[in-house]
């Protein structure tokens, strides 16, 4: 057989693979696994570490200060006796209770306001542009600071400041998106049928850029764990001495050459769960995209 023949041959079994088949590939990816598996985890600890942990987060273990990981404590021990898995346990509590929410309201405030942007354009839609994109070309850590530097760096603070950093890069993503759907034939026939704005926007185009907006909000959520762990490694975070993460790896700095463990894992948490999600991210982009 030529090489042409088989190239071929090639082609045709992959034009002739299934939907179902092909779906099945998709979600048995070792990287989408090992991804969902890792974000479960992480889940699982937030919701109940209590159950998890093998000691009390703030409690000083017999052992002594800064013991090596081991049988008995898998992850060592910190300066303080405390045994470092079960504070990285706890740790991720505040962390899967902040950058969601975080998350939530700036994807429901971004679409609405996108959607809204997309549909009706003009003046408005020209003057909001500008007004979003100078708040979203600065840093999300950028508006967070000031403000949690003023006012104090309680969850509701950290939810509020991180859904406005985020809101305008959702809202331009849906924008761009809903300038593209209003164009298309379902919607001149939603407007030959006499239906309002409301139907058109909620009915007709939102679930057509639904693929999108999850995508966004999927990337958002990594830049949100990611910005909680800076501010509490910066100390507009969590205070001194909790099992955050962010405020684990900054308590723990000094001893990284000595105790590199009290940093490693906190550190590697993080960037588990950012890595993890991103992937995610990327999976729904791919299936979504044309």
Same mark, same amino acid.
């Given at each position: ?162 859904? %406005? ?60 764990? %990611? ?37 490693? %894992? ?25």
């Amino acid at each position: 057989m030529s090489l042409e023949s088989a190239l071929v041959g090639q082609d045709v079994a992959v034009a002739s693979t299934s939907p179902v088949t092909r779906r099945r590939r998709r979600w048995t990816r070792p990287t989408l696994l090992g991804s969902s598996v890792v974000i479960v985890i992480w889940i699982a600890a937030a919701i109940r570490w209590e159950w998890i942990a093998p000691f009390g987060p703030s409690e000083a273990q017999s052992g002594g200060r800064f013991v090596g990981p081991g049988t008995e404590h898998l992850f060592g021990t910190d300066g303080f006796g405390r045994d470092v898995l079960s504070r990285v346990l706890a740790g991720s509590r505040p962390v899967l209770t902040v950058a969601p929410l975080a998350v939530l309201l700036a994807t429901i405030g971004g679409t609405v306001l996108g959607l809204i942007l997309g549909y009706f354009g003009g003046l408005v839609d020209g003057v909001a542009m500008r007004l979003l994109e100078a708040i979203a070309i600065l840093p999300p850590l950028f508006p967070a600071i000031l403000v949690v530097a003023l006012l104090g760096s309680s969850d509701t603070v950290l939810i509020l400041v991180l859904a %406005f950093s985020f809101t305008p890069i959702v809202a331009w993503t849906v924008r761009a998106a809903t300038l593209v759907e209003r164009e298309k034939p379902f919607v001149e026939a939603a407007h030959l049928r006499g239906e309002g704005a409301g139907y058109i926007l909620g009915r007709e185009i939102l679930p057509n850029i639904a693929g999108a907006v999850v995508v966004e909000a999927t990337v958002r959520l990594a830049d949100a764990v %990611f910005a909680l762990a800076t501010l509490a490694f910066i100390g507009l975070g969590a205070q001194p001495g909790s099992p955050d993460w962010g405020a684990q790896v900054a308590d723990n700095r000094v001893n990284l050459q000595n105790a590199w463990w009290t940093v490693l %894992f906190p550190a590697g948490a993080v960037a588990s769960l950012v890595i993890a999600v991103s992937l995610v991210a990327d999976h729904i982009r791919e299936w979504k995209a044309p």
